[in-house]
Nanobody, 124 residues
Framework: QVQLVDTGGGLVQAGGSLRLSCAAS????????MGWFRQAPGKGRDFVAT????????YYADSVKGRFTISRDGAKNTVYLQMNSLKPEDTAVYYC?????????????????WGQGTQVTVSS
């Protein structure tokens, strides 16, 4: 079993920045990808970004490319999402995710464990 604790959400004005963090504990060995999804009110959960175990492979949703950066600290089993140039349409609950397997599989919406979610609100 894996536990994911995601933190760092908050209220920010448009154009501002936030950094989300997600610490993984438990059965964190082997090849696994980590990443982020988000869910806006009344909408489904959407893929945002993912990163491979090595950190060498990353994927981003088109809507966040060039603004968001995903990274990970392998020693701490922690993944980060640096969000810059935030827009009101980025407002959502952001969920950390872990997938036993490739980053590509997470990009294809395959997830084994979820964090509890952290609210990001961007005001105009």
């Amino acid at each position: 079993q894996v536990q994911l604790v995601d933190t760092g959400g908050g209220l920010v004005q448009a154009g501002g920045s936030l950094r989300l963090s997600c610490a993984a504990s438990g059965r964190t060995f082997g090849n696994y990808a980590m990443g982020w999804f988000r869910q806006a009110p009344g909408k489904g959960r959407d893929f945002v970004a993912t990163i491979s175990r090595s950190g060498e492979i990353t994927y981003y949703a088109d809507s966040v490319k060039g603004r968001f950066t995903i990274s990970r600290d392998g020693a701490k089993n922690t993944v980060y999402l640096q969000m810059n140039s935030l827009k009101p349409e980025d407002t959502a609950v952001y969920y950390c995710a872990l997938r036993y397997g490739s980053a590509q599989s997470m990009r294809d919406m395959r997830v084994d464990f979820w964090g509890q979610g952290t609210q990001v609100t961007v005001s105009s």
